[in-house]
């Protein structure tokens, strides 16, 4: 009885926003299959497996002479969002210094510890407890 319940097909949220997808990419090819990729770049973008010629200016001299074409290079960027810094809280054990890697960005830090009273206040620790968590602010990336 409890696998036929949820054994039966019920569409959910999902399903239905995945079919609507599906719908408009089949639409989507039938509109642009008979135009050539360029005219598709500009209206579709670039779809998976594509190639982008990408030039970058200002090389240094050693990245051409050791150069090998077996082993890809990845570019990356940040997005609008990455660049905000506030502050950042975790609870943690004590470690002196703390090295993060934060999505692409990698940085070292001292942060401030706290341990939280029982009314929630947070108390400035001015030595941190040998074997247990306490809690961590710094100021870096969000």
């Known amino acids: 009885m409890f696998d036929a319940d949820y054994d039966e097909a019920k569409s ?7 079919g609507e997808m599906q ?4 639409l989507n090819r039938a509109e642009f299959e008979d135009q050539d990729d360029e005219a598709r770049v500009q209206y579709e973008g670039f779809r998976p497996g594509m190639y982008v010629r990408v030039e970058i200016e200002n090389v240094p001299c050693e990245f051409v002479q050791n150069f090998d074409p077996h082993y890809p290079i990845i570019l990356g960027g940040l997005g609008n969002s990455e660049g905000n810094v506030g502050y950042v809280q975790m609870c943690l054990k004590k470690h002196h210094p703390i090295i993060f890697s934060v999505g692409w960005r990698r940085f070292q830090t001292i942060p401030l510890y706290y341990i939280e009273d029982h009314n929630g206040r947070q108390r400035l620790l001015k030595y941190t407890p040998q074997h247990m968590h306490c809690g961590a602010a710094f100021w870096g990336k969000i």
């Not at 959910?12 to 995945?18: G, R, V």
């Not at 719908?23 to 089949?26: F, T, W």
């Open 12 to 18: 959910t949220y999902f399903d239905d926003l995945k």
């Open 23 to 26: 719908k408009q990419a089949q």
